[in-house]
């Protein structure tokens, strides 16, 4: 059944988001949860080069993935028709505190932010790492704001003593036979991505969140856009924030 505009989560992970009729986010929780649906990714992004960070998520090679808080409980803080604002189960125990917020502000609109409470001056990064639907991504064209990628190893891992960045032109590509598992940026600070189907078109787009990964799936039928605040290993490239902050991104829906 379609439905206009709603989300149904558990423990912060996405299990559907439907936007003026079409499914835009579907998620299982009974599924591998980095391979399926949406997620916070938090105190890092992406992987850390240590692998003796004790973490539950390890990618193949052993490096710690995604941060702390993917399939953690969560409470609802507040909820009414066009938002719900959650808060880890375990805040008390934890020194940083966050809340998760999502908000249809318009019919075709949905804003997801967060808000860190950090009293003891600790590093983080933040990101969000949504999966997006489409028919095939093959038949999408992209077109961004971003004009560097950065540069990692065969692991993923950012090389050398200083971030490397290398230009790249993502002004309008067709996804047509695109693999991407790469971190893209701006000058701007600002991101900019619209996704082009025959159905309809995504906008994401934020003020705060200056970096973007960027992974296409092997099933061809979805395409992760990632906004974040930080690179991957941030901790040794102090690309991580401090203190308190709030951060988000929106996504839009235009049909075609």
Known sequence: MQKKNSIVQKNGKILELWMSGHLIIEGNEFEDVLENGCYLMYPWVNRLSDKNVQHKFHDSNGYPLHGLYVNTEREILEENQNQICLIPKDREQ????????????????????????????????????????????????????????????????????????????????SLKHQEFDNCFKNNEDKLFIKLISSKYTLLIESDSMKYCQIYTPSDRKRIAIEPQSSTADCFKYQTSLKGNCKVGFTVTIILN
Do not use: A
């Not at 908000?103 to 990101?127: A, M, R, V």
């Open 94 to 173: 934890q020194q940083s505190h966050f809340q998760e917020i999502y908000t249809f502000i318009k019919d075709n609109q949905i804003s997801i932010e967060f808000n860190i409470s950090n009293n003891q001056d600790l590093e983080y990064g933040i990101g969000y790492h949504p999966y997006f639907n489409f028919e095939n991504i093959d038949d999408v064209i992209m077109i961004t704001n971003l004009t560097q990628r950065l540069v990692v190893n065969q692991d993923l891992i950012p090389i050398g003593d200083q971030l490397q960045w290398e230009d790249v032109n993502l002004s309008e590509i």
